[in-house]
T-cell receptor, first 108, second 115 residues
C-alpha cells in the first residue's frame, strides 16, 4: 500500500540555518504530495503541495520538489526563523497518508 | 468564512463508556475525513466520506469505531466501549470535492482521554 517515510526529529537549528527535512514515498499511480505544518497549540494547516512530477511547491520561504525518479518530496528552507518551530508532516493523496512528523526547533 | 469546527475540544471518559465526537465541515465541502493523532505516532486515517457515496472505512481500527454523516454535512465519530489505547487527538478535515490534489482543511481536534 501507499506509505510515506520522513526523517525522525527533532531537528534543532540556529536561526538563519539551512533546513532540509527528507520525505520519501511509496505509491501506485501518480499521487499528490503535501507538507502540512502544526505550530504549537494550533491545528494542522497546509504548508505547500505539488500535484505532478517536477512540480515545485513553495510557501513562506519553504520549497519542495516532486521527484518521481527518487520518489521524494524533501522540504527545504534557506534561512529558518524561530517562528518556524513546529511539527512538519509529509503526506500523499489520495487519502491522506501521513508520515510520522518531524519536530523542528529553531533557537535564536 | 468559518473553518472546520469540532466538539467537544476535550473529552475525558471512563474505560468501557461510549463517546461521540462531532465535526462541522466547511460549508460547501463534500468530502470529509477523520484522522487519529496518537502521542508519539503520526496521523492515522480512519474514514472518508464523499458526497452520497459509500464511505471508505478502511482505516477504522476495530468494529468499536463507526461514523456517520447526516445530510452530507455534519459528521459524528462514535467509539463504543472505549479502551485506554483509544486516547488520542481525533482530527476532522474537509475538502471541496475529495480530489487527490485538493487541500484538506483541518479542525482543531478533540482530545480524548480514556481513564
Amino acid at each position: 500500500g501507499n506509505s510515506v517515510t520522513q526523517m525522525e526529529g527533532p531537528v534543532t537549528l540556529s536561526e538563519e540555518a539551512f533546513l532540509t527535512i527528507n520525505c520519501t514515498y511509496t505509491a501506485t499511480g501518480y499521487p499528490s504530495l503535501f507538507w502540512y505544518v502544526q505550530y504549537p497549540g494550533e491545528g494542522l494547516q497546509l504548508l505547500l503541495k505539488a500535484t505532478k512530477a517536477d512540480d515545485k511547491g513553495s510557501n513562506k520561504g519553504f520549497e519542495a520538489t516532486y521527484r518521481k525518479e527518487t520518489t521524494s518530496f524533501h522540504l527545504e528552507k534557506g534561512s529558518v526563523q524561530v517562528s518556524d518551530s513546529a511539527v512538519y508532516f509529509c503526506a500523499l493523496s489520495p487519502g491522506l497518508i501521513f508520515g510520522t512528523g518531524t519536530r523542528l526547533q529553531v533557537f535564536p | 468564512g468559518a473553518g472546520v469546527s469540532q466538539s467537544p475540544s476535550n473529552k475525558v471518559t471512563e474505560k468501557g463508556k461510549d463517546v461521540e465526537l462531532r465535526c462541522d465541515p466547511i460549508s460547501g465541502h463534500t468530502a470529509l475525513y477523520w484522522y487519529r493523532q496518537s502521542l508519539g505516532q503520526g496521523l492515522e486515517f480512519l474514514i472518508y466520506f464523499q458526497g452520497n457515496s459509500a464511505p471508505d472505512k478502511s482505516g477504522l481500527p476495530s468494529d468499536r469505531f463507526s461514523a456517520e454523516r447526516t445530510g452530507g454535512s455534519v459528521s459524528t465519530l462514535t467509539i463504543q466501549r472505549t479502551q485506554q489505547e483509544d486516547s488520542a487527538v481525533y482530527l476532522c478535515a474537509s475538502s471541496l470535492d475529495g480530489g487527490a490534489g485538493e487541500t484538506q482543511y483541518f479542525g482543531p481536534g478533540t482530545r480524548l482521554l480514556v481513564l
